[in-house]
Nanobody, 126 residues
Framework: QVQLVESGGGYVQAGGSLRLSCAAS???????????MAWFRQAPGKEREFVAS????????YYANSVRGGVTISRDNVKNLVYLQMNSLGPEDTAVYYC????????????????WGQGTQVTVSS
C-alpha cells in the first residue's frame, strides 16, 4: 500500500552534510499521515541499524544515540516526503540509508516497519 523511494545520497567529504529524501506513494483510502516514518542504515557486513524516526504528525522524533545531534528527521505530509538532514558526517556514516513506514508507532526496531524503499548510498571519505 506504500511505495517508498529514497534519494539524495552520494559522496561527501568528512565534515560535510547531506539531506536525504524519501518520497511516498500511498494507495487510495490511506494517507501518508497514517504512517510513522523512520530512517535506518546498513553498512557493509553489518546489520541494519536505526537512525531516526518521526511520528505521524511530527509530534515526536526519536534518534539513535550514535547520531544524536548530527541528524534531524522531518516530514511534509502535504508533499508525502520525509527528510533526513545529516551534518558533520564521518566515514562511520558510510552506509545504504533506507526509509521505512509503519502504521503503528515510531519505534527503533526495523521489524516494526512494513514498507521499505530500495535505499540510497551515502559514502563519506576521510
Amino acid at each position: 500500500q506504500v511505495q517508498l523511494v529514497e534519494s539524495g545520497g552520494g559522496y561527501v567529504q568528512a565534515g560535510g552534510s547531506l539531506r536525504l529524501s524519501c518520497a511516498a506513494s500511498v494507495a487510495s483510502g490511506v494517507s501518508f499521515s497514517d504512517y510513522a516514518m523512520a530512517w535506518f542504515r546498513q553498512a557493509p557486513g553489518k546489520e541494519r541499524e536505526f537512525v531516526a524516526s518521526i511520528s505521524r504528525r511530527s509530534d515526536y522524533t526519536y534518534y539513535a544515540n550514535s547520531v544524536r545531534g548530527g541528524v534531524t528527521i522531518s516530514r511534509d505530509n502535504v508533499k508525502n516526503l520525509v527528510y533526513l538532514q545529516m551534518n558533520s558526517l564521518g566515514p562511520e556514516d558510510t552506509a545504504v540509508y533506507y526509509c521505512g513506514a509503519d502504521l503503528g508507532g515510531y519505534g527503533s526496531s526495523w521489524g516494526e516497519y512494513e514498507y521499505w524503499g530500495q535505499g540510497t548510498q551515502v559514502t563519506v571519505s576521510s
